[in-house]
Every structure is written in structure tokens, then in C-alpha cells.
T-cell receptor, first 113, second 115 residues
Framework: DAKTTQPTSMDCAEGRAANLPCNHS???????VYWYRQIHSQGPQYIIH???NNETNEMASLIITEDRKSSTLILPHATLRDTAVYYC??????????????FGTGTRLTIIP | SQTIHQWPATLVQPVGSPLSLECTVE??????LYWYRQAAGRGLQLLFY??????ISSEVPQNLSASRPQDRQFILSSKKLLLSDSGFYLC??????????????FGDGTRLSIL
């Protein structure tokens, strides 16, 4: 699976949009981009994923560049509960169930009151 | 909607004692199931995955074993725990479809401390 690069930490004011970047310059054509977050002492929470089109759900939006070498997760109106470590993961859809998720160091997002 | 349950939330065990962690999924059929371990300050390590009842694949050699006695039940076990087995154990599920891009969904985890 392709390697991803994320900033170590970011701050965002409460109520503003939080934009979390991720570089995945070696991504292959059949690899998806997934975003998870982990709040301290809890299991990772799935946020959103996409292949090449922009995606939006009730939690966030995912913007993938046309060359697919980078993406941005957008939390439109950040709240204090969005403080967490955010992970960008790239992986191939598997035919065998061995869909190992490789979590890097992620971005520690802190929402400032 | 689908839910995943793990228990216990925390566990303190002496070295050499046995272990049994249980994970159940509700609201879906034929899920893929996974056991991960997260050491302090480190990423997730996939330990086992299962695509069906009785079908277990191990990702890394270790002191642990897994079983899937029912479609939505996944058990992590050990006969004799080692100090190195301490960590945060996470169960996850995904929709079991071939060629699937379905995401994995995690439980709340079990924090295991070996004394």
C-alpha cells in the first residue's frame, strides 16, 4: 500500500472549518484513500473514503486532487469533540479479506475554544 | 444499523495466565473480522483476520490465537500470557464482499496490562 505523509499537528478554532492535508504521491490507480480518527483511549473511527471523486457524508468532506497524489479532509464546523488524531490511509480493495490497515503517525488536531 | 461490541474494556492479568477476549458484531451477516493490537505510542498491527466461520489467518507469529465459532463472534486467546502481550486490542469488522472497498469499523478496544 502507498505511503502517506501528514503534518504532525494542527490547531483549528472552534466553529471554523478544519482542513487536514495528506500526501500520497505513490498512490496506484486501484488504491482508495481512507480517513479515520482516534480519540484517546478509544478505537479508531471511520470517517470517509474515496477513489478519485470528491466525497461528502454527515461527518466530513474528502477532496482528492485530479492526479490523486494528495487529498484534504474537511470538517466543516469543528467542535471540541473533533479533537483527535486523524489518520490518512491508502490501500487496495482486497479480494481476500486481508485488508490490513496501516496507520501512520497521523495528524493531532486540536480544536481551540 | 451495525454495532460491534468488545469486552472487557480493561483487563489486568499476571504473566503465564490464560486470556480470552470476545468480540461480537450485530446487524450484519458474513462480515470480515479482524484483531489488531496497538502498542503504546505506536500504530496498529493486524494480528488475525477471518472471512468466515472457522477460517482464521494469522498475520504475525505470536503467543496468541483466534477463533470464530459463529458468524459474528471473534475470540482472541492465549494459553500463557507474556509481558510483551500488553497493549490495546481492537476488534474490527467490514462488509464481506469480494473486491470490496468497504471500510473497517472498530470496537472500543480492550486495554490489557500484564503484570
Amino acid at each position: 500500500d502507498a505511503k502517506t505523509t501528514q503534518p504532525t499537528s494542527m490547531d483549528c478554532a472552534e466553529g471554523r472549518a478544519a482542513n487536514l492535508p495528506c500526501n500520497h504521491s505513490t498512490i496506484s490507480g486501484n488504491e482508495y484513500v481512507y480517513w479515520y480518527r482516534q480519540i484517546h483511549s478509544q478505537g479508531p473511527q471511520y470517517i470517509i473514503h474515496g477513489l478519485k471523486n470528491n466525497e461528502t457524508n454527515e461527518m466530513a468532506s474528502l477532496i482528492i486532487t485530479e492526479d490523486r497524489k494528495s487529498s484534504t479532509l474537511i470538517l466543516p464546523h469543528a467542535t471540541l469533540r473533533d479533537t483527535a488524531v486523524y489518520y490518512c490511509i491508502v490501500r487496495v480493495a482486497s479480494n481476500f479479506g486481508n485488508e490490513k490497515l496501516t496507520f501512520g503517525t497521523g495528524t493531532r488536531l486540536t480544536i481551540i475554544p | 444499523s451495525q454495532t460491534i461490541h468488545q469486552w472487557p474494556a480493561t483487563l489486568v492479568q499476571p504473566v503465564g495466565s490464560p486470556l480470552s477476549l470476545e468480540c461480537t458484531v450485530e446487524g450484519t451477516s458474513n462480515p470480515n473480522l479482524y484483531w489488531y493490537r496497538q502498542a503504546a505510542g505506536r500504530g496498529l498491527q493486524l494480528l488475525f483476520y477471518s472471512v468466515g466461520i472457522g477460517q482464521i489467518s494469522s498475520e504475525v507469529p505470536q503467543n496468541l490465537s483466534a477463533s470464530r465459532p459463529q458468524d459474528r463472534q471473534f475470540i482472541l486467546s492465549s494459553k500463557k500470557l507474556l509481558l510483551s502481550d500488553s497493549g490495546f486490542y481492537l476488534c474490527a469488522w467490514s462488509a464481506g464482499q469480494r473486491g470490496s472497498n468497504q471500510p473497517q469499523h472498530f470496537g472500543d478496544g480492550t486495554r490489557l496490562s500484564i503484570l
